[in-house]
């Protein structure tokens, strides 16, 4: 399956036709579709990310977040995505040799698109509920995260300079 056709499949769903994040249907690695409601009751990290990215590294503090508290309900979640200078231009296979090379063990999803009018309906509902700097709904870059509480609102947005260990009161707090 090509990446357009990946793309185009999500172009037509509507925010208006899911009542929460959890239901919003999203790409697998390996071609499939799902949602995110494995997760439902979770802390979330979500994370556009890109193995050929100057911020790629961070893939280790996002997996040291995800096993320091996944037993306590947190899940970090990787969207790859290839609009910010092509850092993530292969298939599942180049994803998934990635993740093994940080030793990743948290979701990493199929790839889509953050920005533009065709942005993915996930990436939509976390741009709108949680705005930028200035209030902008554009995403600068790659490893931007987005934390979700226990009840699926987006409650706060981090640029890729955030490095993931300084995420951990924010998701302390959350955790309870």
Known sequence: MSEESIFSDFESISMRDHQSVYDIPVPT???????????????????????????????????????????????????PCNQFLWQEPGGAESIRACSLKYNVSFPIFGKLRVNAPNAHPLYRHLKSARRGTLGTRFIKWNFTKFLVDREGRVVGRFGPLTKPDSLSSAIENLLG
Not at 37 to 49: E, K, M, T, W
Not at 56 to 72: F, I, M, N, S, V
Request: proline residues 4%; contains cysteine.
């Open 29 to 79: 690695l390996d071609g499939g579709t799902a949602t995110l409601a494995p997760h439902r009751g979770q802390v979330l990290l979500i994370v556009n990310v890109a193995s050929r990215c100057g911020f790629t590294p961070q893939y280790d503090g996002l997996e040291a977040l995800h096993r320091q508290y996944r037993d306590r309900g947190f899940s970090v979640l990787g969207f």
